[in-house]
């Protein structure tokens, strides 16, 4: 079946413009999750939905950072007035359910923002 | 909070060795422990995951990990490298006493290099 798909799979943008970056998540996939992957930080944490809500947003970096999910699928990562400082890979995954280890979180190919 | 330190940011081994990744967790209780391998231009894969049925985990593409506790530790291995095997491998964490969604907080992964 499909996997996780994100959209674009590359973004450049001028510094202070905003972008929006889009995740697909595996059907019937309730736990989607963001993940940030930079040369200086690694891979970390951004967000969690399950189903719509977003009970955990507590590795968003900054206020110019926000996600949405609709209709328990679709999800879209939104930076404001990007800094070059976001530069990096932005990885969604998702998972049957968001709790528990039996559910293995599916990644997408990632999108690559490069703010210059 | 929890954490894992992988010891090495390149490996380079000749094609038919032994592979062994590095991998320490920070808990004072056993937590769910994951690794994730990376190809270029590509998402994170799933290779393996301890969730304390065996101490002795295996995964696909030949490697596996052991869990143990007293050196709170999950190498990687694998018998005999293959060219294929080069990537970047990520060792993960998750905490075990939650009961909510399933945070991954991921090492600074180990680039692994295969000559042949």
């Not at chain 1, 009970?55 to 999910?69: I, N």
């Not at chain 2, 062994?20 to 590509?42: E, G, I, K």
């Not at chain 2, 007293?70 to 095997?85: G, I, R, Y």
Request: aromatic share 12%.
């Amino acid at each position: 079946g499909a996997g996780v798909s994100q959209s674009p799979s590359n973004k450049v943008t001028e510094k202070g413009k905003d972008v929006e970056l889009r995740c697909d998540p595996i059907s019937g996939h309730t736990a989607l999750y963001w993940y940030r992957q930079s040369l200086g930080q690694g891979l970390e944490f951004l967000i969690y939905f399950q189903g719509n809500s977003a009970p955990d947003k507590s590795g968003l970096p900054s206020d110019r950072f926000s996600a949405e999910r609709t209709g328990g699928s679709v999800s879209t990562l939104t930076i404001q007035r990007t800094q070059q400082e976001d530069s990096a890979v932005y990885l969604c995954a998702s998972s049957l359910l968001g709790y528990g280890p039996y559910y293995e979180q599916y990644f997408g190919p990632g999108t690559r923002l490069t703010v210059t | 909070a929890q954490s894992v330190t992988q010891l090495g940011s390149h490996v380079s081994v000749s094609e038919g060795a032994l592979v062994l990744l590095r991998c320490n967790y920070s808990s004072s209780v056993p937590p769910y422990l994951f690794w994730y391998v990376q190809y270029p231009n590509q998402g994170l894969q799933l290779l393996l995951k301890y969730t304390s049925a065996a101490t002795l985990v295996k995964g696909i593409n030949g490697f596996e990990a052991e869990f143990k506790k007293s050196e709170t530790s999950f190498h990687l291995t694998k018998p005999s490298a293959h060219m294929s095997d080069a990537a970047e491998y990520f060792c993960a964490v998750s905490d075990r006493e939650n009961t909510g969604f399933q945070k991954l907080v991921f090492g600074t992964g180990t680039r692994l290099l295969v000559s042949p």
